[in-house]
């Protein structure tokens, strides 16, 4: 477990869980595809099962790059294992988006250290790359842009590799294997770097380029038509040789996102509200003066600001109306 990033912290984290028990064990989630889960566990894969109708946060459903609790006894290998808890992130890649008239939190993965952008000159978009950005830098791993596809390129690449964003632009070909050893700065035994960009880029590609072989399922055929395309559709973490470019690190390769809204301070205050509005009395709570206010309750015990939760008011006000309010067409 090692190779996937297993410290002796996370070994404290586990057995410091209130509710640890002696047979729960440490275990790395590799795969995710919808509710099923692959983990890395010391005595290698191991299917996992996130209980349903268990309470919980929305947070704290586990996500691919979370290490987590188990339990399961050992001398049934053929049965999944229970995922107890996730263990402590040390930060999570979040974006935002929009159920109904509601932004939420979206985890995108967690224990990155660098999020691999990857795009093409087609692709490129100096706005989407700049909000990738800043999503990257809010969850506190380094943003690093790979301009894929550059083999079909013929004029200079100035104009993308020196366009003011706020990361290193790296211009690599993952079809022909050119530019890969840029990334050596990046990746190492032990660190964690997630790709994420559209759909089609290459990050499948790239994937089993640093692989070394055919084992994230990449498309082959045409862009234009889409037709007979390997679209991923799960998220999947990849040990990569120490002998390649990839130097011994751990990759993540997701299914294309058509863009990214970030998730940012009041994003996450107001999410903050929501999660204490699940326990006012009426469902229906504005949040006013309706007794049992749970939100209000909060803003009485200083553990709230009173403002966030009127400009939080004032927004819902906006939303129930019936135009639209601007801020969902940007944060969509
Ligand atoms: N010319 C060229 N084509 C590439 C390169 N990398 C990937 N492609 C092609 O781009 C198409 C899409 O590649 P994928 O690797 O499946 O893209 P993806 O980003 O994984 O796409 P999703 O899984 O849908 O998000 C395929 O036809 C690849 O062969 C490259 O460096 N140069
Ligand atoms: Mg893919
Ligand atoms: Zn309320």
Redo the contacts with the bound molecule.
């Keep these: 477990m090692k190779a996937f990033g297993y410290t002796p912290a996370l070994a404290q984290a586990l057995s410091g869980l209130p509710e640890a028990q002696p047979d729960w064990q440490a275990a790395r989630i590799v795969r995710v595809e919808r509710n099923q889960y692959l983990l890395e566990t010391a005595s290698g894969p191991r299917e996992g099962v996130w209980p349903a109708g268990r309470r919980h946060k929305l947070l704290d459903v586990p996500v691919i790059g979370d290490w987590v609790a188990c339990s399961g006894a050992a001398d049934t290998p053929d049965e999944p294992l229970r995922i107890e808890a996730v263990l402590d992130r040390q930060n999570t890649f979040i974006r935002s988006v929009l159920k109904g008239r509601r932004t939420q939190p979206q985890v995108l993965a967690a224990n990155v250290d660098t999020v691999l952008i ?1 795009t093409s000159p087609l692709d490129w978009d100096l706005e989407r790359l700049e909000r990738y950005v800043q999503a990257v830098q809010l969850s506190q791993a380094q943003p690093v842009i790979l301009l ?5 390129v013929r004029s200079s690449l100035e104009r993308w590799t020196d366009a003011g964003l706020d990361a290193p632009v790296l211009p ?5 294997g050119q530019g890969l050893d840029a990334l050596a700065e990046w990746l190492a035994p032990g660190r964690t770097a997630a790709l994420i ?10 994937t089993n380029a640093l692989l070394g072989q055919e084992l ?8 234009l038509t889409g037709e007979g ?4 559709t799960w998220r999947t973490l990849y040990p990569l040789p120490l002998d390649g470019p990839g130097r011994g690190a751990l990759l993540i ?4 996102l058509r863009d990214i809204a970030v998730w940012d301070e009041e994003g996450a205050a107001f999410w903050a509200i929501e999660e204490l509005a699940a326990d006012c009395r009426y469902s229906r709570c504005t949040h006013g003066r309706e007794p049992g206010c749970a939100v209000q309750a909060a803003v009485a015990r200083g553990e709230l600001d009173a403002a966030l939760v009127d400009l939080y008011r004032e927004q819902q006000a906006v939303q129930e109306a019936p135009r639209r309010n601007p801020r969902d067409k940007r944060r969509r």
């Excluded at 894929?148 to 079909?152: A, P, S």
């Excluded at 960009?197 to 790239?206: C, I």
């Excluded at 395309?229 to 991923?232: E, M, P």
């Design positions: 990857v894929n596809k550059t083999d079909e690599i070909s993952a079809a022909a960009g559209s759909s089609g880029v290459g990050k499948s590609t790239l994230s399922r990449a498309g082959d055929v045409s862009d395309r390997h679209t991923t390769d997701n299914p294309g």
